[in-house]
């Protein structure tokens, strides 16, 4: 029995340090030697097993990562952290004049209603702006908005994190505006954060004042740029127009004509009329020498006939020369008349379109209207303090996690590497 047992107990040696980390110090493990000793009585065995350092250190990263960051959290939005008040409004930037679609937006476009998304976007990006801060700071003593009396240290500006600067006062100025735009609705939700809800309102008005003049200011750029790119095209046109005229009377001066095509017809009748008499003469001349071939008639008429076709061809040759002849004349002043034509349309659009130009710059394009006025904040809103210790635990818990698997990875690797 005696060498049994010690079979055994040689069996559990080897693993007897796995039980370490989940034994307390001096723990006594009994072995007996036999079971018909001396006096009848077991002998014990007792081992004692040292505590793991890994225990000790797993609690302080509990500590550190997980109880200390929500104690203090904890603290702060329990009895430090100053209530903040919350102003909402809600605006959408409105277009006179879009592209038409179909369905509802068609609708809405037909009776003059859109929606300018770009437009929505460009108020967003300055109502977060650098400019959007200096523009409100004229207008209201920011610094002093956020740095009331009772605001904490940690809220109010400047604080740990921010400094007296602009650049810092514009990140500060970001985390308590808030503009968001609705994709879907075109509707735009200016929430604004402040230690008072009277400097919520306030500061919230002032925003929505600023955005309408930045609209306003778009509208006098697409008008101004309307109206300069129409009076361009009108200087043009008449510039064509006359560059056209002058060409066409230098082309008068130097053929002395007025109108070739003109003069064209007054050949060609000329032209028709010889043709006409050379076939009388042809006609008198087959009479007479039917009648009596011998006649001196006959001379006569044969050079008449000579004479008349000789103008004729002299006639023609006018019209038809390729080098000055009157086809090429009235080719030459057709494509000056062709100009002065396209000259005279092209100077008419541009009136009409400075007209319209002119006419739309009467009225607004683009116009801020707003959906919901901004309201004063009967509670405050912010900090939600219980939220935000309830993440800050969640957080922490994850992190220790996170952090406990990485190290316990690395252990068992660096284990099986040993």
Request: net charge positive.
């Amino acid at each position: 029995m005696r060498q049994r047992f010690e079979k055994i107990s040689r069996r559990l040696r080897p693993v007897a340090h796995l039980a370490r980390p989940l034994s307390p110090r001096g723990t006594t493990l009994p072995f007996p030697e036999a079971a018909g000793g001396e006096g009848g009585e077991a002998a014990q065995v007792t081992h004692r097993i040292k505590p793991s350092p890994w225990l000790s250190w797993s609690k302080a990263a509990f500590f550190l990562v997980v109880l200390l960051p929500t104690t203090l959290a904890a603290l702060y939005f329990g009895f430090i952290a100053s209530d903040r008040y919350v102003s909402e409004s809600t605006f959408v930037v409105r277009s006179a004049k879009s592209p038409l679609s179909g369905g509802l937006g068609g609708l809405m476009q037909i009776v003059g209603i859109s929606r300018s998304q770009d437009d929505s976007y460009s108020v967003q990006e300055y109502l977060l702006s650098r400019d959007a801060v200096t523009a409100l700071s004229q207008k209201l003593p920011i610094r002093e908005i956020f740095n009331r009396e009772g605001a904490d240290f940690v809220a109010r500006f400047p604080n740990p994190l921010y400094g007296e600067t602009t650049e810092e006062l514009t990140q500060y100025y970001r985390t308590r505006i808030s503009v968001v735009h609705g994709a879907t609705t075109g509707l735009t939700t200016l929430k604004v954060e402040a230690f008072r809800a009277e400097d919520a309102i306030v500061i919230n008005r002032t925003l929505l004042e600023l955005g309408e003049a930045l609209v306003n200011r778009m509208n006098e750029r697409i008008r101004a740029d309307a109206i300069r790119y129409a009076e361009a095209e009108v200087a043009r046109g008449q510039e064509r127009l006359v560059e056209t005229q002058i060409a066409i009377t230098e082309f008068r001066n130097r053929e002395l004509m007025l109108d070739p095509s003109k003069s064209s017809l007054i050949v060609a009748e000329l032209i028709g009329r010889l043709a006409a008499e050379l076939a009388v003469v042809m006609s008198q001349l087959r009479e007479v020498e039917a009648s009596s071939p011998n006649s001196p008639q006959i001379s006569g008429l044969q050079r008449r006939i000579s004479a008349l076709e000789a103008q004729i061809v002299l006639e023609r040759q006018r019209v038809s020369n390729a080098s000055d002849g009157l086809a090429e004349k009235i080719a030459g002043y057709e494509r000056l008349t062709l100009q002065r034509e396209f000259a005279v349309k092209a100077l008419s659009s541009a009136v009409t379109s400075l007209e319209v130009a002119r006419n739309e710059a009467r009225r607004q394009q683009l116009y801020l209207e707003r959906v919901v006025e901004p309201h004063a904040p009967d509670y405050a809103e912010q900090p939600r303090r219980m939220r935000s210790i309830l993440l800050t635990f969640a957080g922490s818990l994850m992190l220790f996690f996170v952090g406990w698997l990485l190290f316990a990875g690395v252990r068992e690797h660096s284990v099986k590497l040993k």
